[in-house]
């Protein structure tokens, strides 16, 4: 059974930062790509960033780079996201995900596996 579990979500200040993590298990995610979505309240869920075990490349929401990086521990298989700087409007529900070879990385359509989510909420 497969599992994405993040975690990491919490209350910060503005201008603070937090570590998401995913925890993933039950296949094997090397030929898969892995991102963060959110979603806040009354919008739509929104790409935030992702990248592939194997490329490499990392891909971020325009309006998130400089604040917000992707990471992974192959070992562990696991997917983090730092966010630093955090604003109000950061405030979300973070969703991990997992997509097969193909689709595109910023598309939510794309992703197979999906975790439950987990609350970030940034006080200003």
């Known amino acids: 059974q497969v599992q994405l579990v993040e975690s990491g979500g919490g209350l910060v200040q503005a201008g603070g930062s937090l570590r998401l993590s995913c925890a993933a298990s039950g296949r094997t995610f090397s030929d898969y790509a892995m991102g963060w979505f959110r979603q806040a309240p009354g919008k739509e869920r929104e790409f935030v960033a992702a990248?592939?075990?194997?490329?490499?490349?990392?891909y971020y929401a325009d309006s998130l780079k400089g604040r917000f990086t992707i990471s992974g521990d192959n070992a562990k298989n696991t997917v983090y996201l730092r966010m630093n700087s955090l604003k109000p409007e950061d405030t979300a529900v973070y969703y991990c995900?997992?997509?097969?070879?193909?689709?595109?990385?910023?598309?939510?359509?794309?992703?197979?596996?999906w975790g439950q989510g987990t609350q970030v909420t940034v006080s200003s």
């Open positions: 990248f592939s075990w194997g490329g490499g490349r990392l």
């Open positions: 995900a997992a997509r097969p070879p193909g689709g595109h990385y910023s598309s939510a359509l794309s992703y197979q596996y």
